[in-house]
């Protein structure tokens, strides 16, 4: 009698691993394409990987915005679309939906997350003010500047390294901001930004105990608090799974109390809402909403539709409730984790911890032999392009865009290259073949020298830069 196999290669005995809590109803075939055939579409792409087609992208990277694969309980709700003008049902279930898991009063539905960015700034900033905030973000932060206000970075000074392993690296530096307090005074800052997980930091989470302790500071100066919601339950995972005495809550309530500390929030659904289009703000406070509720008309749409179709408001009802489930987000973290455990193992350098949404390559540790002004980000996003046809995003010096008054770049201490995971779309075996790609980028960084940008847009530059190779 022969002995029977046993497959247990590579694990160890008793070990138990998570799987996605989904199986898979549709496909959408990807295409590969030649060497050949990456250098002439990254070329015609001006080295901008915003700037190649879909269709020469195999495994697409760029970001987590807007490119989930919604559940067919969405997929069904887009089939009860109301899509009147004025009082849509589903303006109403979308309203319950973020009253009920967000706790805000009033709610305003916009197109995307830069729509309440918009709305918000014009609500509550006075030309001359200043807007504290955890890390920029590139359209939050212009915004705010549009609308005359100066953005300040208060986030901790661990944010900024990328080797530092605490574990919340989206926290406010309240010495930072009680410095910008008596500085400017408070009446000067109609509020702080708060954001939850930070994006530009890497997706690292904000601790519940630091927005209390920020919530109880500005309260004490009348200052509000306005959260960027956009990844905010992925923020309440890590809450919940490195915050003392939040292991046993579940992900409804600690969003609920993470978001009780403060007055509103502008908010992405592409990306929390598992939906591919749309988003809000919401406000506690009644003079707010009815500003930003008369200026929602001028910029988005009626105040019950905001620039969504009724079906889209629906979807986004139906992934909020999605959204809040434990085993759907220990998934969504654990695919991150993963790509980053196998990167890890092969002394790849990355920011540490792994946020929520991305993986950040140190582009800086890759290339040191290029300077900031030959734009390491962008190479690597170029390089990883090149070698496999997976598409990353620049996020370092041409995210951060030119001081609006010196004219100067703003030089950011973080350099670095994003592999951001979209939501139920890949699985753990494209993440091998990237982590593959990105090994097989750092073998042959020795050889790379660089980019020259030759055409620079005046606002949020990293969308339309082109670039040519020094
Ligand atoms: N805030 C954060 C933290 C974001 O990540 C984004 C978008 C926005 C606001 C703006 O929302 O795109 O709906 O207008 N982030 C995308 C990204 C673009 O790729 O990181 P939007």
Known sequence: MSTPIIHTMGQQAGRRSWAEPYKIKMVEPLRTTTREERERAIKEAGYNTFLLHSADVYIDLLTDSGTSAMSDRQWAGMMLGDEAYAGSANYYRLEAAIQKYYGYKYIIPTH??????????????KPGDHVPGNMYFTTTRFHQEHAGATFHDIIIDDAHDTASAHPFKGDIDLGKLQALIDKVGADKIPYVCM???VNMAGGQPISMANARAVRELTAKHGIKIYLD?????????????????????????IL???CS?????????KKDHLVNIGG??????QELFEEARNLVVVYEGLHTYGGMAGRDMEAMAIGIEESVNVDYMRSRIGQVRYLGDLLDQWGIPFVKPVGGHAIFLDARAFYPQLTQDQFPSQTLAAELYLDSGIRAMERGIVSAGRNQVTGDHHRPKLELTRLTIPRRVYTQAHMDVVAESVQHCYEQRAKVTGLNMVYEPKYLRFFQARFERR
Request: proline share 0%; no cysteine; aromatic share 10%.
């Open 256 to 258: 609920l109390e993470f």
């Open 261 to 269: 500390y403060s007055d509103g929030a502008t908010m992405s659904g």
């Open 112 to 125: 995307q997350g830069r729509g309440a960015e918009n709305l918000l700034s014009q609500s509550a900033i």
């Open 195 to 197: 954001a939850a997980t």
């Open 229 to 253: 919601a956009t990844r905010a339950v992925e923020n309440a995972y890590f809450i919940k799974e490195r915050e003392a005495g939040y292991a046993d809550q579940s992900l409804e309530a």
């Open 280 to 285: 809000w703000l919401a406000t506690n406070d």
